[in-house]
């Protein structure tokens, strides 16, 4: 896997990943930025999110649940001194669809914190307290 990084001005930044998309990232004002796109550190809690994300909807499609939507909204503490790493993330789920069982919600966001997505264990074995939640919302 590969990605690009391109200097623009400021403290923006053009990434391009291997794959070949592209997304502005740059830093707030204060800092020497325009506000033009995600912090780095955004950045990297969206990819953790997507990517558990994609592993919730593999294992429920495996599964044949009838999702209709799923949505990953994250909060996250960041240590107060230099460097200001993550302390704390939580993701919590919103999974809609048609008959969901929640023991099938359930073991699909477990499976994706312990066992398939790589951001998210791999933030939690760099000493990140990383907690999940879901609920489920039925689509009828």
């Not at 204060?30 to 593999?58: I, K, Q, W, Y």
């Not at 307290?129 to 919302?137: C, G, R």
Request: charged content about 20%; overall charge negative; aromatic content about 4%.
């Amino acid at each position: 896997m590969k990605a690009q990084i391109r200097w623009t001005e400021g403290r923006q930044f053009v990434t391009e990943s291997g794959s070949g998309h592209s997304v502005v990232i740059d830093g707030a004002p204060e800092h020497g930025g325009r506000n033009t796109g995600p912090r780095p550190m955004e950045m990297l809690l969206m990819g953790m999110g997507g990517c558990s994300a994609f592993d919730v909807l593999n294992i429920l499609d495996k599964a044949r649940a009838e999702a209709t939507d799923c949505v990953v909204n994250i909060n996250a503490e960041r240590a107060d001194a230099v460097p200001a790493v993550f302390t704390d993330i939580h993701l919590h789920f919103v999974v809609t669809g048609r008959g969901l069982k929640e023991s099938l919600v359930q073991r699909a966001v477990s499976l994706s914190a312990e066992k398939y997505c790589s951001a998210s264990i791999m933030l939690a074995n760099g000493g990140v307290n990383v907690s999940h939640s879901f609920e489920i919302v039925d689509a009828a």
